[in-house]
Every structure is written in structure tokens, then in C-alpha cells.
């Protein structure tokens, strides 16, 4: 007879969950039944190797045997395994796989090929399909697994600490075994019906049907019975197929698997993740025909390309086929705030082109979903790319406010808009669960304009992807009632469903801050100083080899060389290498592609440099020095003169001046100079005004020259800083610029990261003299001071502090011996400037920031980025500070700080420990920073003039390559076009927030100019009128405009 029983949730939910748990009743309940016959491999053979191997390789290595339990190691090391496998003929017809888990990741090869990766560490990827239904033919098998000693999150313990050196690995298991897909498709039912029984409303009628059927198939299923699982499973499909109504919400699911490029582990080991995660989608795309893939990062597709072809060439099938969709259009996802607006620029450029010369597409959104805040410029740049759809999810971590949008337009700085996406589950990594779906239906923010959501599932970060448990749920998900209609899907149909269907989407203009991860701005310094530096090289290079190409006909540009130093740059800046945030074998591989990158593009610049001596006229028989300035403004500066033997030492062709005063000698020689506008032009010593060097009996020193006066005490500190024409004191009463203040830096957890707003209450001034300040250079064109502080038992700083008889700043060279544990030292100016907003150089332009914390908005953003230059103006007056690799910034009140170092101990121990050198400088001035020329000074104290030994005499033709008549317009890049042989690349911005018109002039011999895209696409109605070596433009705020000039 039938028995009802009045039911109660917990229990009757609970029963459900014990009836497919892993950990309970296992003898009697389901999960118990997923492989139902075992048997542990025993013909097991094991080489190991340091080094990361080809599979051709690996197989001619000579294999030992091995065994189940073995332990293996160290961390980062390789083992092989072969695998001869036997399996029973009594297993004909039956489902079969290979069990593998030595808890860490590993690849499977099977006839040569990579075939699925295998993540026992993570629990979710630990077997691979041998036969889906075995043949005789299929009985014997040989596989190979590449087992890599690392686990999918490097080797700390804990998921940001070090990692452990020593670390093994544990081969628990090892064997074939029968795979029961009637249970398994039962467990998927009883999952996603205890996830809505758990999930949804009690007051939802949904809930307790989902609830009562999982508790009728558990009386149903008979566990001795096999045949009971089928009327089960038709139980539960009779279930799911109860559909929904026209108007719920449609998720837009999408494979994904994020991987960073190195973050926990090396570049070389994401070489290895993408071949893993990637061949497994492709196997998974066999299972399910409808699943749909979307990966992002040009530099990974290449990594594959040239270390898997075989794997390459079924994932180009795929793309073709839009399966696997390339998204992204960059080389990396890159950092949003660091990089140069040319390094952006060249993201996309070099991405782009990947993409289309590989599988004729462009990406048509831009993807960047873990990086840590989106500059305000990105909007104009990606459009500029050819896209105008954006996605990512990291304003969710937001600690203080929350995001008010999931869907809306986002307008940069110069009014350029894109279509931004934060998917609503707040994750790129879902695994869709029904509280997957649920909360991209929940937290939906623009309810009512936008019915629809991005659902991103896979398993990422350390890589993974989708598993065949996430394609079984959406496969029963698709549309079933008291749930969310999900769709297998693909950016370019989410986005026209919403530019089809949603309507008065709200608008966020300016950058998208992350009230978070502040840290990244500092951490890692040397890694963050070479990418300043090497952005300025790499713009030099480009512009002397281009003037170098034009004027010689013998010289080749180095297109091939430059492609190549640009790709390995653009990957350093990647968002977890550039923000710091990455072990300390990633900060060695980026520094060492740095002093690489330096060495050759140093190569090249001296080949160009000898290609431009060699034009010269050779008439003239005194030897002289060439002045190459690569701005488009003229200069007037005092440099470093080589001595005469180096002048005329064919090694000594090129010198770069340093712009440390650390190793000033006597014998140090030094002229006023003026340069032209991306000139190259005679060395002409021009006559200025002497700047002044005196010590009074109080022991103050007083550097003076035309434009300022600074007072300097025996710490360092500025005590005065008077600007003469405007007869006022920069420095605010009883304060002292240049003041060093260390703070305590333990976050929450995120160590490298982060910078919590409670470090400011623990300001500590350094004040400890290691050497007083004294006078160490006196002559009419530069005087300095230097002077060294304790900071601590093992930490000190020693400074140059200089003024050029030219300069409207004074500078200072540092240099910092780095020995401390979670401190944060930074450098600050309390000034006489009273202001509500502080302006802060970005990529192509600038924005202001509060000074003040009158909203938890203003509050959350204590620790800002900047580039070149942070200025803080009331009307006319007004003080800047310079850097030349420095990128943090906090102004409060009337306080300027700039951040300078971290001690930062996870996941890098020895982050930042040792020696630094950087410069840093304040600017007093009158009018607004733009009147007077921060924006100018930053450019040239971070880009010296260079100095060319000339065998002769340069023709008039040669004084100026380019020149813009307007200030506020900078010409920012003069490179050969890629693919264009016959052209020239300019790049140029406005730069001061105005609408202006701009000549732009050049003495080479230009035939025409055409506007281009940063893709250096032509655009339509693009040509210009170029008359008379000179064309106008008109501009509008921070607009970027790319031309080609066909010489």
C-alpha cells in the first residue's frame, strides 16, 4: 500500500544529498556506483626531467618502473610516465576510462598528440575516456602523461604564499576502470535538483517540487538494480522539461578559462596550462555540439601554435567552425592602469593582427576580466581597434561601493563610448549551478532595461576550463521553469540581443576604479621601473630608425627585430607581472626579458645612429656631436658632455645621458643646449643664466637659479621652495617637502596587492641622518646636494638633490637600499595649494581626483595611480611632482604623496628587497599646469636628449623632422607602418583637455597623409590635405589621431 508521509525539508533534502555525497553512506548510495569496476595499472614506467621537454623527446628518454603511492618531485619539475594498458575483454561495449590523480596537473598524449589535461589537485578533471563504448580493437593502449609538480595554483601552501621548493607529489591513484553513465547522469540530476530545492524561495512553488521529486527518485532508484536508474533519470527529465514563459531572463552561457599568463607559476608552465585546458575543451566540443568556447590573449594562441601544432591546427578547425571564439583582440590582458598609452595602443595593434593573419577575424569586444581598475581612456582606444563591447567582472570586488550597473555604456575622457558587460554572477569561473544561474538573475542591476546575462563557466585563473559535469547541467538547464532560460552562446550574440532589446541604458563616464588591489600601483618596482624605461627606448628606436630609413636608403628598419622586442614587452605587461603581483621566478623571467629587450633595441639604436652619422657632411673635418631630441617641442636643457676621446671613438657613436647624479665627478663637463623639435640637430652651446650653490652657518643650503629658489636642511627635507616670479612659497608653514614617511602595510590578505586605507593612520617620518646633507657639485649650469637617511637597522636611502641653471624643477635622485617587512615608504609635499581636486597624468590626457573624503566614492580611492605627473592647482598657482618610474599616488588636503616602495612577502618573499634607483622631482608653478608645461617637463625628465658623435656636418633638411604649432597637441609616435612599406606612422594626441586646431610640419619628403585607425587601417574619407610639407588638424579633448604619411 502507499505509504505519505508528511515531509520536513531539512531531512528530506538532506537525504538527497547523502544519497550522491562522496564522503557519507558511499556503500550504499550512488556515488559509490560511478565506476563500478577497478583496476589499479601495475605496468607503470617513470623518467624525470628539470626541464619542461617535447613529447618526441620525452619518448626516446629511458623509462624505470614505478608504482601507486610513489611520491614525486621536486616542485616545477617534470615526470613522464607510459602507460602499456590491458583491459578485460569482459569490458567490451562498456564505457571506459583512465583514472589518474598524482595532485598536481598533468597532460595526456595519446599517438603524439596532447589530448585532455588532468587537474587532480583541483578534484575536477582526474579521468580520461579511453572508449565510450570498447571495442575489441581497443583492448591495448599506450598513453604517455606529462606529469607537471605543480599543482593548478602553482606550490605555495596557501593560495598566495611562496612556493614550497620541496614540495612532492602523490600518485594516488592509477587505474582503468568501467564508467556507469546511468549514474552519473543521476547524480547530475539529483545536483541540480537539490540546488533548486536549496536555492530557490521557500515561498516558490518550484522549490519544494524539486525537492519531492529528488526524494521520489531516491525511492525509486533501487541501488542493486541498475534498471531502476533509467525510471529515475525519466523522473527527473520529465522534471526539467516543465518550461518557462516567454519573458524570463535569458543567461548567455559561455566556456571559458582564464589563464594567467604567469602569476603563480612561470610563462613557460602557461605554455604547458593552455595546451591542457584547451585540448580538453576541444574533446569536450566533440562530446557536445553545442558547446560554444571563448578565449582571449593572442601571446597563448602563438605559445600553442608553436609548441602544439597538432592541437593548433583542431583548434583553428573550431574557430572556423565558431565554436572556440577568440575574444579580446590584445596580445595579453593586460594591465588597466600602468601601461603607456602607446602600450595599450600596441596591445591592441599587435593582437588584432594575430587574430585576423591567423583566422581572417577581429575581436569585436575587448576582454579583460581580472584586471585591477580600466583606465578612463580605454573606450577611445578599443574603438579606435575596431571595438566597441567591453567585458569584464572586477568592480565586483569592490570593498566600499558597490557598482551600480551591470550593462551600460561606458564614455571615456574624450567622449568616445563603448557597450560594457559585467557578467552578474560576479565570477568569470562559474560551474553552472543552479546558485550560478540564480545569482546572474539576482544581481542584475539593470532590471527592466536589459534582460539578459553573460554566464562565464569554467574553471580559470591557473587554467582548467569546462568540465563534462558543467556541459551535463546546461544541457538539462536550458529552459526549465522557476529558473533562468539558459542558452549556449557567444559575446557577439549576447551583445546584439542587448542592442537589440534593451533600451535607456544608464551611463558611467571616466575610469572604472577597483576600490582594491591599490597595492599594484608600487609593487615590484623594478619591474615597473623597467617598463617606463623601455617604453621610452622602444618610442627613440622607432623614430631614429624611421628618420634613419627615410635619409639612408642603405639602412634597414628593424621591422622583424621591433616586432619581436615589442611582443616580449607587451607580455611583462600582463595584470599580474606589471601590477607585481606574481612569484618571484616570474619577476626574474620579466626582468630578464627586459635586459634582453634593453640590449637589442640599444643595438638597433646605435646601427640607426651610425645611419644617420653616415648622411651627414663630410666636408667639415672637426668631429661633432649630433643633439637628437624625440619630442615634438623644443628643448632647452643642460646635458652631460662626453669627453673629446669619446667623441671620436667609433665605439662611442652613441651615448645616452644618465639622468643620476649618483657617480657626478669633476671632470664632468656640461652644456646649455637647445634642441628642435624631433630634431637632430648640431650641438650648440647656448648662453643662460648661472644657477647658485650656497651653505649658511645654520648648516641650510640654498640651491637658486632664474626660475626657483629651494631651501634644503640636513635631512633633505625642503624647507623653501620659493618660485620668483610668482614671489610665493610652494612649501605649506611648519611642513617640510620632501619629507620620507614609512607606514605599516599588512592588508587583509592580499599581500602584493593591496593597500588598505588604515596604513595612513600609521605614518611614520624618517628623519634619522646616515650623512648630512652636503654640497657636491658647483658650477654655473648644475649644483646639487646629496644626502643619506636611515630608515631602519637595514634600510637606508641616499639621495642626489639637483637644479639645472634650465630647470623650472628641482630634482631628486634616489637611491633606496630596500631591507623591510610589510612597510610602505613613500615621499611627500605639503604645499601652499588649497584645492577639492588633484589631476593625475593617465594614457593620452588626465583626470582629477577628490583631495577629500566626503562620500565613501572620494574616501575608497586613498591610493590612486599616475604616470608622469600628479598636480595639485588652485587658480593660477599651482605644484606638480614628476617621476620617472613611479605610479601610486595619494593627495589629501594639501599633501601630495608619491608612493615609492612596498615590502610586500607573498606570494614574492623577497619582493622589492635590494637596491632601487629613481628620480622624482617638484615643479612649483603659476597659470594652470598646462600654461606651464608639467606635461613637458615630465616627458623630458623621463627622456633625456641624446647625444650622437657626427663625422660631419648635417644639412639644414636635418635640424627638424617634425613640429607641431601647437603645444597642446603632442605628436607621441613616429614609427614605420607594419605592413605598409612605403609609409610612416604618426600618432598624436591633445593632451591638455581643449579644442584646438594643430599644423603639423615635416622637412621629409612626404607625398600624402591618410587618417588610419590604430589598427593603421585606413579609414573612410581619409585623406587629409597635406600642402606644402604640412597639414592642419583639428582636435577635440584627448582626442588621439593616427595618420599614415606615404613618403
Known amino acids: 500500500m502507499d505509504v505519505v508521509v508528511a515531509k520536513n525539508k531539512r531531512a528530506t533534502l538532506e537525504r538527497a544529498e547523502k544519497f550522491i555525497s562522496p ?25 624525470a626531467t628539470a626541464d619542461r621537454i617535447q613529447y618526441q623527446e620525452a619518448c626516446r628518454r629511458s623509462f624505470s618502473d614505478a608504482k601507486i603511492g610513489e611520491k614525486f618531485g621536486p616542485l616545477w619539475s617534470t615526470h613522464w610516465f607510459k602507460l602499456e594498458i590491458s583491459i578485460p575483454a569482459n569490458w567490451v561495449g562498456k564505457e571506459v576510462r583512465l583514472v589518474w590523480d598524482s595532485g598536481s596537473e598533468a597532460m595526456v598524449w595519446q599517438n603524439g598528440e596532447p589530448v585532455q589535461g588532468l587537474s587532480g589537485d583541483c578534484q575536477h578533471r582526474k579521468d580520461f575516456i579511453l572508449s565510450q563504448n570498447l571495442t575489441k580493437d581497443e583492448l591495448r593502449q ?13 606550490g605555495g601552501n596557501g593560495l598566495i604564499n611562496p612556493p614550497d621548493e620541496n614540495k612532492e607529489f602523490q600518485l594516488s591513484t592509477a587505474e582503468i576502470a568501467v564508467f556507469d553513465r546511468d549514474v552519473y547522469n543521476l547524480i547530475t540530476d539529483f545536483e541540480l535538483l537539490i540546488g533548486m530545492a536549496k536555492h530557490l524561495s521557500d515561498e516558490d512553488q518550484r522549490t519544494y517540487q524539486a525537492l519531492y521529486t529528488a526524494n521520489k527518485m531516491v525511492n525509486v532508484c533501487k541501488i542493486d538494480n541498475p534498471k531502476s536508474y533509467k525510471e529515475a533519470h525519466q523522473i527527473a527529465l520529465s522534471f526539467f522539461a516543465e518550461r518557462n514563459g516567454d519573458s524570463q531572463h535569458t543567461v548567455h552561457a559561455m566556456g571559458h578559462c582564464h589563464i594567467d599568463s604567469a602569476w603563480l607559476w612561470t610563462y613557460d608552465e602557461t605554455k604547458r596550462k593552455c595546451a591542457r585546458s584547451w585540448s580538453a575543451t576541444i574533446r569536450l566540443m566533440d562530446m557536445y555540439p553545442s558547446y560554444t568556447f571563448v578565449c582571449s590573449q593572442a601571446q597563448q594562441y602563438e605559445w600553442v601554435k608553436i609548441n602544439y601544432p597538432g592541437l593548433y591546427e583542431r583548434m583553428k578547425e573550431k574557430i572556423k567552425a565558431s565554436r572556440f571564439i577568440p575574444v579580446g583582440g590584445c596580445w595579453v590582458e593586460m594591465d588597466g592602469n600602468v601601461p603607456s598609452g602607446e602600450s595599450f595602443v600596441r596591445q591592441f595593434l599587435v593582437g588584432q593582427k594575430f587574430f585576423q593573419k591567423e583566422f581572417g577575424i577581429k575581436c569585436k569586444e575587448f576582454w579583460l576580466p581580472d584586471t585591477f581598475g580600466y583606465s578612463a581612456q580605454l573606450p577611445q582606444i578599443m574603438n579606435s581597434a575596431g571595438i566597441k563591447r567591453f567585458v569584464t567582472q572586477k568592480l565586483s570586488w569592490n570593498l566600499v561601493n558597490k557598482f551600480p550597473h551591470n550593462t551600460f555604456t561606458w564614455e571615456g575622457i ?14 568569470y569561473g562559474l560551474q553552472c ?19 539578459s546575462g553573460m554566464m562565464l563557466y569554467g574553471y580559470g585563473d591557473g587554467g582548467g576550463g569546462p568540465t563534462e559535469d558543467m556541459l551535463e547541467r546546461l544541457e538539462r538547464l536550458q529552459n526549465v521553469d522557476g529558473l533562468p532560460k539558459v542558452t549556449y552562446s557567444t559575446p557577439d550574440k549576447f551583445f546584439e540581443d542587448v542592442e537589440k532589446n534593451s533600451h535607456d541604458l544608464c551611463k558611467w563616464t571616466g575610469e572604472l576604479y577597483l576600490e582594491l588591489h591599490q597595492g599594484t600601483f608600487t609593487s615590484q618596482a623594478k619591474i615597473k621601473w623597467y617598463n617606463r624605461k623601455l617604453e621610452f627606448l622602444l618610442h627613440n628606436l622607432e623614430f631614429i630608425s624611421t628618420a634613419a630609413w627615410v635619409k639612408n636608403t642603405s639602412y634597414r628598419y628593424p621591422q622583424q627585430e621591433l616586432s619581436q622586442m615589442w611582443k616580449n614587452f607587451l607580455l611583462n605587461q600582463f595584470h599580474d607581472v606589471l601590477p607585481g603581483s606574481c612569484i618571484d621566478l616570474v619577476a626574474k623571467d620579466a626582468i630578464r626579458f627586459y635586459e634582453e629587450i634593453e640590449v637589442k633595441a640599444e643595438a638597433e639604436l646605435k646601427k640607426a645612429c651610425m645611419a644617420l652619422s653616415a648622411v651627414t657632411d663630410k666636408t667639415s ?24 676621446d669619446e667623441r671620436e671613438t667609433p665605439a662611442k657613436k652613441k651615448q645616452k645621458l644618465s639622468s643620476s647624479l649618483a657617480e657626478v665627478t669633476e671632470n664632468v663637463q656640461y652644456a646649455a643646449v637647445k634642441a628642435s623639435p624631433y630634431g637632430i640637430s648640431h650641438l650648440i652651446e647656448i648662453d643662460v643664466e648661472s644657477v647658485k650653490i650656497q651653505q649658511d652657518t645654520s648648516g641650510l643650503i640654498y640651491l637658486q637659479n632664474k626660475h626657483i629658489t629651494a631651501q634644503i636642511d640636513q635631512c633633505g627635507r625642503l624647507c623653501s621652495l620659493l618660485h620668483h616670479a610668482a614671489d610665493r612659497e610652494a612649501i605649506a608653514p611648519s611642513s617640510y617637502g620632501n619629507q620620507f614617511v614609512i607606514f605599516d602595510d599588512v592588508p587583509l590578505f592580499w599581500d602584493a596587492w593591496d593597500v588598505m586605507d588604515y596604513h595612513l593612520e600609521t605614518r611614520t617620518a624618517i628623519s634619522t641622518v646616515r650623512k648630512p646633507a652636503q654640497i657636491i657639485e658647483k658650477n654655473k649650469l648644475r649644483c646639487a646636494v646629496k644626502v643619506s637617511l636611515q630608515i631602519s637597522t637595514d634600510s637606508y636611502i641616499e639621495q642626489v638633490i639637483s637644479l639645472d641653471a634650465t630647470s623650472t624643477y628641482l630634482k631628486m635622485d634616489t637611491k633606496v637600499h630596500w631591507k623591510e617587512n610589510r612597510k610602505f615608504l613613500k615621499v611627500e609635499f605639503p604645499v601652499t595649494v588649497r584645492s577639492m581636486q588633484a589631476t593625475y597624468e593617465i594614457q593620452f590626457g588626465h583626470v582629477q581626483r577628490p583631495t577629500h573624503g566626503n562620500t565613501s566614492w572620494d574616501s575608497a580611492k586613498y ?19 614628476l617621476n620617472d618610474s613611479k605610479y601610486g599616488h595619494c593627495t589629501q588636503g594639501n599633501v601630495i604623496r608619491l608612493s615609492l616602495l612596498k615590502a610586500a612577502k607573498a606570494p614574492d618573499a623577497n619582493a622589492d628587497m635590494g637596491y632601487h634607483d629613481f628620480t622624482y622631482a617638484v615643479f612649483p608653478h603659476t597659470g594652470t599646469l598646462q600654461d606651464a608645461g608639467v606635461i613637458q617637463a615630465s616627458y623630458d625628465m623621463n627622456n633625456p636628449l641624446q647625444l650622437l658623435p657626427s663625422d660631419g656636418a648635417l644639412t639644414q633638411a636635418s635640424a627638424s623632422l617634425f613640429q607641431v604649432d601647437n603645444v597642446a597637441v603632442i605628436l607621441e609616435t613616429v614609427k614605420k607602418a607594419e605592413d605598409i612599406d612605403n609609409a610612416i606612422v604618426l600618432r598624436l594626441y591633445e593632451a591638455y583637455g581643449s579644442t584646438v586646431t594643430a599644423k603639423v610640419s615635416s622637412q621629409l619628403p612626404i607625398k600624402t597623409v591618410r587618417r588610419c585607425n590604430i589598427l593603421e587601417e585606413e579609414l573612410d574619407g581619409n585623406e587629409v590635405k597635406w600642402n606644402n610639407g604640412s597639414v592642419s588638424l583639428s582636435f577635440s579633448p584627448f582626442q588621439i589621431v593616427s595618420l599614415l604619411a606615404f613618403i
Not at 656631436?625 to 669627453?643: D, F, G, K, Q, Y
Open 23 to 47: 564522503h557519507y553512506f558511499t556503500d550504499v548510495n550512488l556515488h559509490g556506483r560511478v565506476y563500478p569496476e577497478k583496476i589499479p595499472l601495475t605496468n607503470l614506467k617513470h623518467f
Open 142 to 154: 599506450t598513453l604517455y602523461i606529462e606529469m607537471a609538480c605543480n599543482e593548478m595554483f602553482g
Open 414 to 427: 574624450d567622449g568616445s563610448k563603448t557597450l560594457a558587460h559585467f557578467p552578474p554572477g560576479d565570477n
Open 433 to 451: 549551478r543552479i546558485e550560478d544561474l540564480l545569482k546572474t538573475l539576482k544581481n542584475n542591476k539593470d532590471k527592466g532595461r536589459v534582460n
Open 621 to 644: 673635418t672637426q668631429p661633432s656631436l649630433m643633439v637628437i631630441n624625440t619630442h615634438s617641442w623644443e628643448r632647452v636643457e643642460v646635458v652631460a658632455l662626453p669627453s673629446s
Open 863 to 881: 591610493e590612486v595611480v599616475g604616470h608622469k605627473w600628479a598636480d595639485l592647482s588652485e587658480h593660477n598657482w599651482g605644484v606638480a611632482v
